[in-house]
């Protein structure tokens, strides 16, 4: 099973263009996420979905939007790029919003914005 | 403000070299507390969830264990393998969605 998968892997933005992070999932999730990484500042949540259908925000929401296209998917756009954005992106998913076995993360997205 | 804090921020061990990993907590109704390791370059992978005060998890030289206040992450006779950054997580009620809210985490070094 492929799990969570993320792409592109990799990005380089100039300031004020725009892009759309993709996550699928294969595990019948219900629940997804998305969170930034940044050194010394750990794991942030941006967006989540408890639930096909719903989108609600995370706690550093300013400057995306998100998009659960349908179970399996959950989209991040930037619609102008910042360098403040720079870093990794993590998507996320889990059976359900309290699932004791926890989340189950994609291997992220390494943006760069310039 | 929910709050989780790691420590220390770096650990070097010799391999074989028993300690522990120290996450304190400060939320609003506990729901669980979950430990995950990343690797460089790669996601976090779930290792345990604790629920209540007094609980404890294994897996393989890792036992988690809990308090009122704070998770320990024991690491008993470490081995390079072992070498990853450990991060602590809280599920609070207060939560939005019940979502994780991430420690900055522990860089562990194992060397032989």
């Known amino acids: 099973n492929a799990g969570v998968t993320q792409t592109p892997k990799f990005q380089v933005l100039k300031t004020g263009q725009s892009m759309t992070l993709q996550c699928a999932q294969d595990m019948n999730h219900n629940s997804m996420y998305w969170y930034r990484q940044d050194p010394g500042m750990g794991l942030r949540l941006i967006y989540y979905?408890?639930?096909?259908?719903?989108?609600d925000k995370g706690e550093v929401p300013n400057g995306y939007n998100v998009s659960r296209l349908n179970k399996r998917e959950f989209s991040l756009r930037l619609e102008s790029a910042a360098p403040s954005q720079t870093s990794v992106y993590f998507c996320?998913?889990?059976?359900?919003?309290?699932?004791?076995?926890?989340?189950?993360f994609g291997s992220g997205t390494r943006l760069t914005v310039v | 403000e929910d709050q989780v804090t790691q420590s220390p921020e770096a650990l070097r061990l010799q391999e074989g070299e028993s300690s522990s990993l120290n996450c304190s907590y400060t939320?609003?109704?506990?729901?669980?507390l979950f430990w995950y390791r990343q690797d460089p370059g790669k996601g976090p992978e779930f290792l345990f969830t604790?629920?209540?005060a007094g609980e404890e998890k294994e897996k393989e030289r890792l036992k988690a264990t809990l308090t009122k206040k704070e998770s320990f992450l024991h690491i008993t006779a470490p081995k390079p393998e072992d070498s990853a950054t450990y991060l602590c997580?809280?599920?609070?009620?207060?939560?939005?969605?019940?979502?994780?809210?991430f420690g900055k985490g522990t860089s562990l070094l194992v060397t032989p």
């Open positions: 939320v609003s109704g506990l729901r669980g």
């Open positions: 979905s408890a639930s096909e259908g719903t989108t």
């Open positions: 996320a998913s889990s059976e359900v919003r309290d699932s004791p076995y926890g989340y189950t």
């Open positions: 997580a809280v599920q609070a009620y207060s939560n939005s969605g019940y979502a994780l809210n």
């Open positions: 604790l629920y209540s």
